[in-house]
C-alpha cells in the first residue's frame, strides 16, 4: 500500500502556506551548507596573485554570502524571517576550483538550513560574477546541506 506524502507548505486544498511554527520550542540550530564553483587553473593562479580584474574576490564573496543568508526570508517566499546568532562563508582553493562553505546559527523554532544554502549559493554566484571576465568555462556545482545541528 503506498501512503500519500503530505507536504507541510500545501494546505488541504493544495494551495501554498507558510508553516505556523509558533507551538514549536525555541531551540539552538545550526547547518552547514557547501557548494563548489569549478574553474580553470589559471583563474584560481590569478585569484592567488590578486591579478583578477575585480580585485579581491573572496572577501566581496564571503560579504555578500553572509548578506544574502541574513536575507534569505526575503529571497524564497515560505521562509520564516530568523535572527541570526552568527553566519560564516569560507572558502577552500583547489587548483581547479573554490569550496564554498556557509555555516548558520539561530535560536529559534524553525532551521536554519535555508540561510546556510542561501549564503553558499550567493558567495557562489559573487566568484562567478567576479572571475568570468577570465574563465568561460566555470560553473557552480554540489550546493547542499552537510551538517544540521538541533540541541
Known amino acids: 500500500m503506498t ?3 503530505s507536504f507541510s507548505h500545501l494546505t488541504a486544498k493544495g494551495s501554498a502556506h507558510m508553516v ?3 507551538a514549536k520550542p525555541v531551540q539552538r ?4 551548507a557547501s557548494g563548489q564553483l569549478v574553474c580553470a587553473p589559471a583563474t584560481i593562479r590569478a585569484l592567488k596573485r590578486n591579478a583578477l580584474p575585480k580585485g ?3 572577501t566581496v564573496a564571503q560579504i555578500a554570502g553572509i548578506q544574502a543568508a541574513k536575507r534569505t526570508a526575503e529571497l524564497i517566499p515560505l521562509c520564516h524571517p530568523l535572527v541570526l546568532n ?3 562563508v569560507t572558502f577552500k582553493v583547489a587548483r581547479d576550483g573554490i569550496e564554498i562553505f556557509c555555516d548558520a546559527e539561530t535560536s529559534a523554532q524553525t532551521g536554519v538550513e535555508m540561510e546556510a544554502l542561501t549564503g553558499v549559493s550567493v ?3 559573487t566568484l562567478y560574477d567576479m572571475c568570468k571576465a577570465v574563465d568561460k568555462t566555470m560553473r557552480i556545482e554540489a550546493v547542499r546541506v552537510i551538517q544540521k545541528i538541533k540541541a
Open 3 to 5: 501512503q500519500k506524502k
Open 20 to 22: 505556523n511554527m509558533g
Open 29 to 32: 540550530r545550526r547547518a552547514v
Open 56 to 58: 579581491d574576490v573572496l
Open 86 to 88: 552568527c553566519v560564516a
Open 123 to 125: 558567495a557562489a554566484l
